[in-house]
């Protein structure tokens, strides 16, 4: 019986960890379809989140819920505020320039992190912090169903948005063709500004998330190459495949920590990163056709 509970207990693990590689996945999906611009300072504004995150519920006081919705509204603000001031000045340029923007942004939200709350780890806990739920012998941290039931949530609400909204639709007519977007009455700068907001408050929402079950800490940055690699295996550019791929990611992980070689868990995923961009560079999602970046 333990042999199979064990495969289980490692499948919920994969997937709740899995579930926030998609959620940062989904948000460098949506910059990239929007203005072609690979967001690396992404992975920073989750990491910004969590802090913020700590900040209102650790220090603050708020209870979960409004900091995780007031942390994703500030992280969305800032977000917002990069594209407007910051990536519509490139536009225009070579790809290479968003690239390097977007990791001096990665390196000046990083420095004003560890000036502003310091370099120390810290942590916070929720209502949920050390409970479990057993479901046939698997106990279950309720920590990871409540982020398994958030990304579910957001996942579909955010597809619910792009398909049956205006500003969706706008959004989604944009990121296919900027110039017969615009010539349709779409504001294109501000939808694109809006949907780097969107992108923004996934990564605030992810960052909340994911504190409670790690440190908090300027290291949280790292999870975006996760979801680089998630973003990879399911096709780049695919919002279908960045979820699929990040859930794949976390199972693989999972898997790997425990019946792989000591310290494999860490490299896993960009083995698999290296192995799909060998083997199958458009991923398992990805269009054949999509352009190479």
Same mark, same amino acid.
């Given at each position: 019986m333990?042999?199979l509970?064990v495969?289980?207990?490692?499948?919920?693990?994969?997937l709740?960890?899995g579930?926030?590689?998609?959620? *940062?996945?989904?948000?460098?999906?949506?910059?990239?379809?929007?203005?072609?611009?690979?967001?690396?300072?992404?992975?920073?504004?989750?990491?910004?989140g969590a802090?913020?995150?700590?900040?209102?519920?650790?220090?603050?006081k708020?209870?979960f819920?409004?900091?995780?919705?007031?942390?994703?509204?500030?992280?969305?603000?800032?977000?917002?505020?990069?594209d407007?001031?910051?990536?519509?000045?490139?536009?225009?340029?070579p790809?290479?320039?968003?690239?390097?923007?977007?990791?001096?942004?990665?390196?000046?939200?990083?420095?004003?992190? !560890?000036?502003?709350?310091?370099?120390?780890s810290r !942590?916070?806990v929720?209502?949920?912090?050390?409970?479990?739920?057993?479901f046939?012998?698997?106990?279950v941290?309720?920590?990871?169903?409540?982020?398994?039931?958030? *990304?579910?949530?957001?996942t579909?609400?955010?597809?619910?948005?792009?398909r049956?909204?205006?500003?969706? *639709?706008?959004?989604q007519a944009? =990121?296919?063709?900027?110039l017969?977007a615009?010539?349709?009455?779409?504001?294109?700068?501000?939808?694109?500004?809006?949907?780097?907001?969107?992108?923004?408050?996934?990564?605030?929402?992810?960052?909340?998330?994911?504190?409670p079950?790690?440190?908090?800490?300027? =290291?949280?940055?790292?999870?975006?190459?996760?979801?680089?690699?998630a973003?990879?295996?399911?096709?780049f550019?695919?919002?279908?495949?960045?979820?699929?791929?990040?859930?794949?990611?976390?199972? *693989?992980?999972?898997?790997?920590?425990?019946?792989?070689?000591?310290?494999?868990?860490?490299?896993?995923?960009?083995?698999?990163?290296?192995?799909?961009?060998?083997?199958?560079?458009r991923?398992?999602?990805?269009?054949?056709?999509?352009r190479?970046?």
């Amino acid at each position: 019986m333990d042999s199979l509970l064990v495969p289980a207990q490692l499948t919920v693990n994969g997937l709740a960890v899995g579930a926030i590689y998609a959620l *940062v996945a989904l948000g460098l999906v949506l910059c990239y379809k929007a203005t072609e611009v690979l967001n690396f300072a992404h992975g920073d504004l989750l990491m910004l989140g969590a802090f913020i995150g700590w900040g209102l519920v650790a220090v603050a006081k708020l209870p979960f819920w409004p900091a995780l919705l007031a942390t994703a509204l500030i992280v969305a603000a800032l977000a917002y505020g990069i594209d407007a001031l910051l990536v519509r000045r490139i536009v225009g340029q070579p790809q290479f320039a968003g690239v390097m923007l977007t990791i001096a942004l990665a390196f000046m939200l990083r420095g004003a992190v !560890s000036m502003g709350f310091g370099a120390e780890s810290r !942590s916070f806990v929720t209502p949920w912090t050390g409970q479990t739920t057993s479901f046939g012998g698997v106990v279950v941290s309720d920590l990871n169903l409540l982020i398994l039931a958030m *990304v579910l949530l957001v996942t579909l609400a955010l597809l619910a948005f792009l398909r049956f909204t205006r500003l969706g *639709v706008a959004m989604q007519a944009a =990121s296919q063709n900027q110039l017969a977007a615009f010539l349709n009455g779409v504001p294109v700068k501000r939808v694109n500004s809006l949907v780097w907001a969107l992108a923004g408050s996934l990564a605030g929402l992810a960052g909340v998330l994911l504190a409670p079950i790690t440190l908090v800490d300027t =290291s949280l940055w790292f999870v975006m190459l996760k979801a680089l690699a998630a973003l990879v295996l399911g096709g780049f550019g695919s919002i279908a495949g960045a979820i699929v791929g990040g859930l794949l990611i976390g199972l *693989v992980e999972q898997f790997t920590g425990v019946y792989g070689p000591d310290g494999s868990k860490d490299v896993v995923a960009y083995v698999v990163l290296i192995v799909v961009l060998v083997l199958r560079p458009r991923g398992l999602l990805g269009e054949a056709h999509g352009r190479r970046v």
